[in-house]
């Protein structure tokens, strides 16, 4: 299930800190900007994973999710040799032809 950016504010506006809706308007930027780069790449699970960050940061969707942002920031900044979707799809290949 992916989070609309209204869904989202909503939850932070809602008890939560000034600075807690900063970062969280702060990875809504980011996600914009990558949004092009990676059509796949849901922009609400980062907006998602900034409001999550520091209050359910044992919770494994929100490990995963900034794993994955952590991956393609790496491709986009030219540490990873192949975009992040060509390895998965290549991995799973390998997995269905073994």
């Known amino acids: 299930m992916t989070m609309t950016y209204e869904q989202a504010k909503a939850i932070v506006e809602h008890g939560e800190s000034q600075s807690m809706l900063s970062d969280f308007e702060r990875w809504r930027a ?3 900007r990558l949004r092009g780069d ?3 790449f849901s922009a609400a699970h980062l907006w998602a994973c900034a409001f999550l960050e520091g209050y359910h940061s044992r919770n494994a969707e929100v490990k995963r ?3 994955e ?3 393609l920031l790496e491709w986009k ?3 990873k040799e ?3 979707t060509e390895r998965r799809y290549k991995k799973w290949g390998r997995k269905r032809r073994g």
Do not use: I, M, N
Request: proline share 6%; aromatic share 6%; net charge neutral.
């Open 30 to 32: 980011k996600a914009e």
């Open 65 to 67: 999710l900034r794993a």
């Open 82 to 84: 192949a975009h992040p």
């Open 38 to 40: 990676w059509d796949s």
């Open 69 to 71: 942002l952590k991956e």
């Open 77 to 79: 900044h030219g540490q």
